[in-house]
Structures are given as C-alpha cells and as structure tokens.
C-alpha cells in the first residue's frame, strides 16, 4: 500500500474553490461529498490547504500535492531528524511532558504544484486537524528538488496563526508564504 498520494488541483478536487482537503487520494470524492454536506469528520482528512484570503484556488494554482496518507512514525532516514526535533522541543517544554513514541511525521510536498505570477496566490493557508491531547509542529523543509531521503536541509518553522479558531479546538491553523 502505497504510503502518499497525489491529488491534482483541479475543479472536482475543491470545497467550493476554496481549499483541497488532504487525504487518502481513494476517498478524496468521498470526503469532498461530506465536507459539502457538513457531514465529514476529522477522522477523514488530516488538513486542508488553501490561500490565506480564502479566494479562488483554480486560477492561481495548478499542478498537484503530494501528501502523506497515514504518516511515518518509523523515523528512519529522514524521520530520525524529525524525532531529533521533537525531543528538542520536548525539553524547553517539560511542563507539557509530551508522549514522543506517539510522533508522527506527515508530509506535503510542493514540488509539482505551480502558482500564478499573482504575489498573493502564494500566501497559503495550512490547516491542521489534531485530536484533544494532540499538538501539531509545523516546518518547511527547504532541500533540492532531486533530495528525497536527506536528512539535511535547512527547517523554517511556522507558527500557528490560532489554535483555537471559533472554538474549535480540533484544528490548527498556520498561515505562510511560499519563497
């Protein structure tokens, strides 16, 4: 079983136009069936990715993303940088006493996604779906293009823009520019 998928942007991919729910590729129609009916749960997509004005994603983006189904909580190759820093982090919050052996590494990959010459069509919403007790890390990982398996590169954390967005305490949302 493959372990990511590639959803393309296109039309049928969108809620309204708006942002593309990141999931299994399999039950991408599925879950866009429930989102439209208010009926989905957090358990059918992990996030969801759109531009920060909440405008159009048609005209300005195309290609396709590439993102992690389940996630990777194996920490080999690159994974064992990812665990690094989250032990790093752990320390500098000890009052929080994280579970680390629950860390799971899940992934968006840009590399076949193309913006419109628009500036803002590159300021991207990131919302991340989190279940009670869970918390969220966010990075870029800035590494070359043919870099598949580098632990290296250089990391560019992000900060959450809220994490408790209309009282919603199951989500996360980041809210960043694409260099």
Not at 37 to 43: E, M, Q
Not at 149 to 163: D, M, Q
Request: aromatic share 8%; with cysteine.
């Amino acid at each position: 079983m493959p372990l990511q998928n590639t959803i393309s942007i296109t039309k049928n991919n969108t809620i309204r136009d708006l942002f593309i729910p990141v999931t299994d590729q399999d039950t991408i129609g599925l879950v866009i069936r429930k989102l439209l009916d208010n009926k989905a749960a957090t358990s059918d997509f992990w996030a969801t990715i759109g531009k920060q004005d909440n405008s159009s994603i048609i005209k300005d983006w195309n290609g396709s993303i590439v993102c992690s189904k389940a996630g990777n909580n194996s920490f080999t190759d690159r994974g064992r940088k990812i665990n690094q820093e989250a032990k790093n982090l752990a320390e500098l919050y000890t009052g929080l006493n994280p579970d680390l052996s629950s860390v799971t590494e899940k992934f968006i990959s840009l590399k076949d996604f193309k913006f419109s010459s628009d500036p803002n069509s590159r300021k991207v919403r990131l919302t991340i779906l989190i279940k009670e007790g869970e918390h969220a890390l966010t990075f870029l990982q800035h590494t070359e293009l043919s870099d598949t398996k580098s632990k290296e590169g250089v990391f560019e954390y992000i900060l959450p823009e809220t994490v408790d967005p209309i009282g919603k305490k199951d989500r996360i949302t980041y809210l960043f520019e694409i260099p």
